[in-house]
Nanobody
Framework: QVQLVESGGGLVQAGGSLRLSCAAS????????MGWYRQAPGKQREAVATIRSVGTTNYADSVKGRFTISRDNAKNTVYLQMNSLKPEDTAVYYCNVVLPWGLGQYWGQGTQVTVSS
């Protein structure tokens, strides 16, 4: 079993920055992929950024150049630095971990990010 605890959401003005953190605990296997997803009201959940345990990253086109995902494998923690925030970034942000060898995936409880114009 894996538990994910997110922190760092909040209200910020357009152009501002926020940093999200997600700490994982439990049976975390090496070779996992951690990531951030978001869901705005009335929209489907979408991938924002992912990072493999070796450091390979992927970003949604909408956040490239503004968001940076990173991780601390020793702490089983993933971060999302969000800069130049836009009102369209407003959503609930969820942390996710996908374990290797079909061991499953887990979600955090979500943290609200609201960007005012």
């Amino acid at each position: 079993q894996v538990q994910l605890v997110e922190s760092g959401g909040g209200l910020v003005q357009a152009g501002g920055s926020l940093r999200l953190s997600c700490a994982a605990s439990g049976s975390i296997s090496s070779g996992n992929v951690m990531g951030w997803y978001r869901q705005a009201p009335g929209k489907q959940r979408e991938a924002v950024a992912t990072i493999r345990s070796v450091g390979t990253t992927n970003y949604a086109d909408s956040v490239k150049g503004r968001f940076t995902i990173s991780r601390d494998n020793a702490k089983n923690t993933v971060y999302l630095q969000m800069n130049s925030l836009k009102p369209e970034d407003t959503a609930v942000y969820y942390c996710n971990v996908v374990l290797p060898w079909g061991l499953g995936q887990y979600w955090g409880q979500g943290t609200q990010v609201t960007v005012s114009s």
